[in-house]
């Protein structure tokens, strides 16, 4: 079984906020031809990137053959209202994750892999896919701006798989992406993260629940 979480090299690369629609749509082509190919399906869990990855991958023709569902969780009041008791235990008190910018972060990576594992097994699908994060600094309080603007991706599949990382969007290169911009390239990462998963998870899986 292979279980990774790499999170000590952060993805930094504030060029990817200005990425257009169409790369998303090309992504969500190459991760849904990979999991049709493969009998694979994948259920979706967003947060900061609002439903984005969810469109990517049904806005391609024939989405029905793998994306089994999604799931939209925002806020605290929407995480109690879909999630049970076992996982929102898991995600740990608001006081303690809201106390440091780094508490903060981790949060988040522990968010992506309870929802992961959740939607996955709730919707009995191959893969898992969640994301994260902040899409802007100023919404922030001043205790958490050190975070940045960032998001948590992570990956959920057979045979124990699992991925997480952080995408980061340094505004050292220039301006600070907009909110929209932060969304986009936090969508297009998870994609990304995505297939690259599937790919590395050899032939096929959809027989290894």
């Not at 079984?1 to 992504?27: G, I, Y």
């Not at 694979?40 to 990517?56: H, P, Q, R, W």
């Not at 309870?114 to 899409?135: C, D, I, K, N, P």
Request: aromatic share 6%.
């Amino acid at each position: 079984k292979l279980k990774t979480c790499n999170l000590s090299k952060p993805l930094v690369d504030p060029s990817r906020a200005a990425m257009p629609t169409a790369a998303l749509d090309a992504a969500a082509e190459r991760a849904g031809a990979l999991l049709s190919g493969r009998g694979d399906t994948v259920a979706v869990v967003e947060s900061t990137s609002a439903g984005l990855v969810n469109a990517a991958l049904q806005g391609v023709p024939k989405a029905s053959s793998y994306l089994v569902g999604a799931l939209t969780v925002y806020s605290l009041t929407a995480a109690r209202g879909v999630l049970p008791r076992e996982v929102l235990e898991q995600l740990g008190r608001p006081r303690d994750n809201y106390a440091s910018a780094s508490a903060y972060r981790e949060s988040k990576r522990t968010f992506c892999l309870a929802l992961a594992r959740h939607a996955r097994a709730r919707f009995g699908a191959t893969w898992a896919v969640a994301e994260s994060g902040a899409a802007e600094i100023e919404g922030l309080p001043a205790q958490l701006k050190a975070a940045g603007v960032f998001t948590a991706l992570a990956v959920v599949g057979p045979q124990g798989f699992e991925h997480c990382v952080f995408l980061d969007l340094s505004a050292a290169a220039g301006a600070a992406p907009s909110r929209r911009e932060a969304m986009q390239a936090f969508a297009l990462g998870a994609l990304e993260v995505l297939e690259d998963a599937v790919k590395k998870s050899g032939g096929n899986s959809a027989s290894q629940l």
